[in-house]
């Protein structure tokens, strides 16, 4: 059974850092695909970066020089760096994993999820 637990959101002002993680089992951790997807109230799920088997990072337009992805097989760990933090950011983010080395930037290619963690920005 593939559980995959996300922490470290919380409330942080504009401009301000959090470090999301997800630590994974149930699962070869580095076979996956893995990546960050969030969802905003009213919104849909959209996705925010994804790293492939490699550790070959992929950035959405909106996130990208402010967000870091990186994984830690060893720990079966993914973790989001995330600075300057804006207003918008404000969102539930998911880990999600892909049962492939390959990284596809959209929910629909995605076969296991987090539960969500909140990350609130405040203007």
């Known amino acids: 059974q593939v559980q995959m637990v996300e922490s470290g959101g919380g409330l942080v002002q504009a401009g301000g850092s959090l470090r999301l993680s997800c630590t994974a089992s149930?699962?070869?951790?580095?076979?996956?695909?893995m990546g960050w997807f969030r969802q905003a109230p009213g919104k849909e799920r959209e996705a925010v970066s994804c790293i492939n088997w490699v550790s070959y990072p992929y950035y959405a337009d909106s996130v990208k020089d402010r967000f870091a992805i990186s994984r830690d097989n060893a720990k079966s760990t993914l973790y989001l760096q995330m600075s300057s933090l804006k207003p918008e950011d404000t969102a539930i983010y998911y880990c999600?994993?892909?049962?492939?080395?390959?990284?596809?930037?959209?929910?629909?290619?995605?076969?296991?999820w987090g539960q969500g963690t909140q990350v609130t920005v405040s203007s």
């Open positions: 149930g699962l070869t951790f580095g076979d996956y695909a």
């Open positions: 999600a994993a892909r049962t492939s080395h390959v990284c596809k930037l959209s929910a629909s290619e995605v076969n296991f």
